[in-house]
């Protein structure tokens, strides 16, 4: 979704997924909001920009839509009271199964102890350093060793970053189990 968000120029971080596609394509500033919407395929790699659709500037442009062509991605870029509020991504019902995030079923109740941390506290505060680690011991009992191989792991599952913060896919590893 990252490549596909870069042909628009968008470097935010907020993406949803749907199989429900809007049944109108307007594109116009209208109260301080709008929706920008693209069409990208995926076979081609070539991403079509939707025209406005203003009912006055543009009333012969096509704007509804029945139903997603399966070969097709519709992007959707909100804009709400002037603030950005992401992409949206609709794909059809078929192809939803390769968008999703893969499966974290294969995480440990230690490793989902230190992404419930590193999701939820501090690492130093007041004085006080090594927070999480301390936090996850008195559940674990663990040295110090075993939870920074544990944090490697959760490094090459990409659930944790290089600096050990949390991913997306981290929260959404632990997103059902907190």
Same mark, same amino acid.
């Given at each position: 979704m990252?490549?596909?968000?870069?042909l628009?120029?968008?470097?935010?971080?907020?993406?949803?997924l749907s199989?429900?596609?809007p049944? *109108?394509?307007?594109?116009?500033?209208?109260?301080?909001?709008r929706?920008?919407?693209?069409?990208?395929?995926?076979?081609? @790699?070539?991403?079509?920009?939707?025209?406005?659709?203003?009912?006055? +500037?543009?009333p012969?442009?096509?704007?509804?839509? /029945?139903?997603l062509?399966?070969?097709?991605?519709? #992007?959707?870029?909100?804009?709400?009271?002037?603030? @950005?509020?992401?992409?949206?991504?609709?794909?059809?019902?078929d192809?939803?199964?390769?968008?999703?995030p893969?499966?974290? &079923?294969e995480?440990?109740?230690?490793?989902? &102890?230190?992404? /419930?941390?590193? *999701?939820?506290? /501090?690492?130093?505060? &007041?004085g006080?350093?090594? #927070? *999480?680690?301390?936090?996850?011991?008195?559940? +674990?009992?663990?040295?110090?060793?075993?939870?920074?191989?544990?944090?490697n792991?959760?490094?090459? /599952?990409?659930?944790? *970053?290089?600096?050990?913060?949390?991913?997306?896919?981290?929260?959404?590893? #632990?997103?059902?189990?907190?």
């Open positions: 990252q490549k596909i968000a870069g628009i120029g968008y470097n935010g971080k907020t993406f949803k199989s429900n596609p049944s *109108r394509l307007d594109s116009y500033w209208d109260g301080g909001s929706d920008y919407f693209y069409f990208y395929s995926p076979a081609e @790699d070539k991403m079509l920009t939707v025209h406005s659709n203003h009912p006055a +500037f543009e012969d442009q096509p704007s509804t839509l /029945k139903e062509p399966p070969d097709l991605i519709l #992007i959707e870029h909100s804009y709400f009271c002037g603030k @950005d509020h992401g992409l949206t991504f609709y794909v059809h019902p192809n939803l199964a390769k968008y999703l893969k499966s974290t &079923a995480i440990t109740e230690l490793e989902i &102890a230190i992404l /419930k941390v590193t *999701r939820s506290l /501090k690492n130093t505060y &007041a006080q350093s090594e #927070i *999480r680690y301390n936090h996850v011991r008195e559940e +674990f009992s663990i040295t110090f060793q075993q939870y920074r191989e544990v944090q792991r959760l490094y090459s /599952k990409g659930l944790l *970053r290089k600096n050990f913060s949390i991913t997306p896919d981290g929260r959404n590893a #632990i997103a059902d189990r907190y």
